[in-house]
Protein backbone atom coordinates (compact mmCIF):
# COMPACT_ATOMS: atom_id res chain seq x y z
CA UNK A 1 0.00 0.00 0.00
CA UNK A 2 1.52 3.06 -0.94
CA UNK A 3 1.12 5.75 2.18
CA UNK A 4 -1.05 9.04 1.87
CA UNK A 5 0.62 12.16 3.94
CA UNK A 6 -2.45 13.70 6.12
CA UNK A 7 -1.78 17.35 7.98
CA UNK A 8 -4.01 20.21 9.07
CA UNK A 9 -6.24 18.10 12.17
CA UNK A 10 -6.20 19.94 15.20
CA UNK A 11 -8.34 21.32 18.03
CA UNK A 12 -10.53 24.50 17.30
CA UNK A 13 -14.04 25.99 18.61
CA UNK A 14 -17.31 25.26 17.35
CA UNK A 15 -17.83 27.84 15.18
CA UNK A 16 -14.23 27.85 13.41
CA UNK A 17 -12.10 26.97 10.34
CA UNK A 18 -9.57 24.17 9.58
CA UNK A 19 -8.61 22.78 6.43
CA UNK A 20 -7.34 19.58 5.99
CA UNK A 21 -4.58 18.14 3.34
CA UNK A 22 -3.94 14.99 1.68
CA UNK A 23 -0.82 14.04 -0.61
CA UNK A 24 -1.06 11.16 -2.97
CA UNK A 25 1.82 9.60 -5.29
CA UNK A 26 1.24 11.23 -8.33
CA UNK A 27 0.69 8.09 -10.11
CA UNK A 28 -2.29 7.35 -8.26
CA UNK A 29 -3.31 10.56 -7.85
CA UNK A 30 -3.63 11.18 -11.64
CA UNK A 31 -6.23 8.13 -11.86
CA UNK A 32 -8.06 7.72 -8.75
CA UNK A 33 -10.88 9.65 -7.40
CA UNK A 34 -9.99 11.08 -4.13
CA UNK A 35 -11.79 11.26 -0.73
CA UNK A 36 -12.02 12.25 2.80
CA UNK A 37 -14.04 9.84 5.37
CA UNK A 38 -14.16 10.14 9.25
CA UNK A 39 -14.68 7.81 11.95
CA UNK A 40 -15.93 9.46 15.57
CA UNK A 41 -15.91 7.42 18.72
CA UNK A 42 -17.90 4.66 19.06
CA UNK A 43 -19.04 4.97 15.44
CA UNK A 44 -17.91 3.35 12.31
CA UNK A 45 -16.22 5.38 9.67
CA UNK A 46 -18.11 7.44 7.23
CA UNK A 47 -17.65 8.97 4.21
CA UNK A 48 -17.45 12.63 4.21
CA UNK A 49 -16.57 14.01 0.61
CA UNK A 50 -15.22 12.52 -2.55
CA UNK A 51 -13.45 14.40 -5.72
CA UNK A 52 -12.70 12.83 -8.85
CA UNK A 53 -9.62 13.48 -11.33
CA UNK A 54 -12.54 16.20 -14.03
CA UNK A 55 -13.27 17.73 -10.47
CA UNK A 56 -17.01 16.19 -9.48
CA UNK A 57 -17.52 16.45 -5.90
CA UNK A 58 -20.00 14.48 -3.55
CA UNK A 59 -20.74 15.25 0.52
CA UNK A 60 -22.54 13.46 2.78
CA UNK A 61 -25.67 15.55 3.95
CA UNK A 62 -24.01 16.31 7.38
CA UNK A 63 -21.46 17.98 6.05
CA UNK A 64 -23.12 19.91 2.69
CA UNK A 65 -22.58 23.79 2.79
CA UNK A 66 -19.95 23.48 5.02
CA UNK A 67 -17.15 21.65 3.88
CA UNK A 68 -15.56 21.91 0.31
CA UNK A 69 -13.29 19.61 -1.00
CA UNK A 70 -10.68 20.25 -3.81
CA UNK A 71 -7.80 19.27 -5.46
CA UNK A 72 -4.21 20.66 -6.83
CA UNK A 73 -3.14 18.51 -9.62
CA UNK A 74 0.09 20.69 -9.81
CA UNK A 75 0.77 19.10 -6.34
CA UNK A 76 -1.14 15.91 -5.75
CA UNK A 77 -2.61 17.48 -3.20
CA UNK A 78 -6.71 17.24 -1.90
CA UNK A 79 -8.17 19.19 0.41
CA UNK A 80 -11.21 19.63 2.56
CA UNK A 81 -11.80 23.02 3.68
CA UNK A 82 -14.13 22.76 6.65
CA UNK A 83 -16.22 25.96 8.37
CA UNK A 84 -18.42 26.28 10.66
CA UNK A 85 -17.26 23.50 12.66
CA UNK A 86 -19.46 21.57 14.96
CA UNK A 87 -18.89 19.28 17.92
CA UNK A 88 -20.02 16.45 16.24
CA UNK A 89 -17.44 16.41 13.84
CA UNK A 90 -15.17 15.33 16.10
CA UNK A 91 -13.54 12.61 14.41
CA UNK A 92 -10.24 10.89 13.10
CA UNK A 93 -10.66 12.40 9.36
CA UNK A 94 -8.98 9.40 6.63
CA UNK A 95 -7.52 10.34 2.79
CA UNK A 96 -8.66 7.95 0.54
CA UNK A 97 -7.64 7.54 -3.35
CA UNK A 98 -9.81 4.79 -4.69
CA UNK A 99 -8.84 3.13 -7.92
CA UNK A 100 -8.47 -0.43 -8.55
CA UNK A 101 -6.82 -0.72 -5.07
CA UNK A 102 -7.40 1.84 -2.28
CA UNK A 103 -5.10 3.84 -0.60
CA UNK A 104 -5.66 5.60 3.01
CA UNK A 105 -3.82 7.66 4.72
CA UNK A 106 -3.17 7.30 8.80
CA UNK A 107 -5.59 9.76 9.39
CA UNK A 108 -5.79 13.25 11.39
CA UNK A 109 -7.46 14.41 14.74
CA UNK A 110 -10.21 16.85 14.65
CA UNK A 111 -11.80 17.97 17.60
CA UNK A 112 -14.02 20.69 18.11
CA UNK A 113 -15.04 21.87 21.60
CA UNK A 114 -18.73 23.24 22.42
Known amino acids: QVPLVESGGGLVQAGESLRLSCACP????????MGWYRQAPGKQRELVAT???????NYADSVKGRFTISRDNAKNTVYLQMNSLKPEDTAVYYC????????WGQGTQVTVSS
Open 96 to 103: NSRGINDY
Open 26 to 33: GGIFRINQ
Open 51 to 57: ITTGGYT
